[in-house]
């Protein structure tokens, strides 16, 4: 008999290539890296989590300060599956760029497949990332009828971009949602007071449920390190360019659940006209997101923030609530607003052009103070972004000069040379050389 040794040689060459490639699969399974969620304990109103991880990322984790969130209404029924979504968005990033598997018992269904959406709403952001990650899990379980048609829930700061974002849907009564832990770091007690406060009287006048949350979830994971590890890439800072849309969206789903929203309003920072931006919350990123049937809109994103302060005097007028706007950047105390920083004055600026009064807003300043707001255009850097709101306000101004010249104290904002201010360098202002916070 006769045998065909190229055959046989192909054949052994085939079954070779097959072995190595199993070797091969075998070896990237052992490297792997994994996120092990063990348990979801449910106590009252508080969640936590316990995790392993794999030793690769103990940098990145910080494995003593394990993710705690507590809410204003009691979770201790919402099924796993929906109160794991918070751990996993507030990691979301991480989970992409260090390609981790996420192993756990069950997910919901809706979340399950907005996870490789998302994945490629960050890859259209910043292409120059590897973005991979994948969720394993025993069951996916579906909740998407649980919501009830109209309910639905805001992201409340009492800035101007959630208070338009009140203005345009009041007749839904969106329920507000706060999150202390944010913005506002859990140590800094009473601002939190003050923009609860705000928030409530706000809420209290339109017969508007509040749903507050505390979360340690700016520090479960090293956001220096990742800011580091992963500077080339981005423009910013890890919390601002990738983690903070998805990380406060997550925190929502067991109050989407339990309240059976169909609609989460994400009040936009950016607008239409902003091209190339590159920032954590942004529609092609948060309008992937989906839990329990509840579906993402980044509202108010076609309008201008002078627009959005207009929309909100209009509000005003019409309603006749009183309205406090808190857009200080400042730590503050006690008032919403120091009326000294950029932003105050910006927003002064802006409600001038609108033909109101700044006090009635929340911003006790005088005439002299407002002309003395070009002094500190004088000497002061100012973000980029802010010198183009200061220009839109000076166009809007310069639409009605004949009104505006009257007011002594702000006629000095339509002859300002704001393209002569100087700039801030934003990665500057938040981190320093070596990706610590200033």
Known sequence: MKINEEKVILEENEVSTIIKEK?????????????LVKEIKKIGTQISYDYEIDRSLVSLLHMDNKLKIDYSI????????IAV?????????????????????????????????????????????????????????????????????VFFS????????????????????????????????????????????????????????SSNFRFYLNENALTTKYRELLPVSWWYDVQHGAALLGHVAPIAYKKKLAVHYIPSSYNIHDKNVVCASYPTLDEKMKFCGCHIIHDGFEMTRLEKVKNI?????????????????????????????????????????????????GFPITEKEIRDIKKFFKKEEVQGTAVRHWKEIQNKMLEDQKYFKKLRYAKWIMKFNFDKTKRKDFKKEMWDENGEKI
Request: proline fraction near 5%.
């Open 23 to 35: 070797e091969k699969k075998g070896i990237e399974r052992e490297n792997e890296k994994k996120i």
């Open 74 to 81: 009691p979770i201790e029924d919402v099924p796993d599956e």
């Open 85 to 153: 979504i918070p751990f996993i968005t507030g990691i979301l990033p991480m989970i992409y760029l260090e390609d981790i598997t996420v192993v756990l018992d069950r997910i919901d269904k809706d979340f399950y497949e907005a996870f490789d959406q998302i994945r490629e709403g960050y890859k259209k952001m910043l292409p120059k990332g590897e973005w991979k990650g994948k969720i394993e899990a025993k069951e996916i379980i579906d909740h998407s009828k649980n919501p009830e048609n109209g309910k639905s829930s």
């Open 158 to 213: 009492g800035g101007v971009d959630s208070t338009s974002s009140l203005a345009t849907h009041i007749k839904e009564k969106p329920e507000f949602i706060l999150i202390w832990g944010s913005d506002i770091l859990q140590n800094n007690e009473k601002s939190w007071e003050t923009a609860k406060q705000i928030a409530q009287n706000t809420a209290d006048q339109f017969g508007i449920n509040t749903n507050y949350i």
């Open 313 to 361: 005097c209009d509000f005003q007028k019409d309603s006749k609530p009183k309205i406090t706007l808190r857009v200080c950047c400042t730590e503050r105390e006690e008032e919403a607003n120091c009326c000294k920083c950029e932003k105050c004055y910006r927003t002064i600026g802006e409600l001038i052009a609108c033909k109101e009064d700044p006090k009635k807003f």
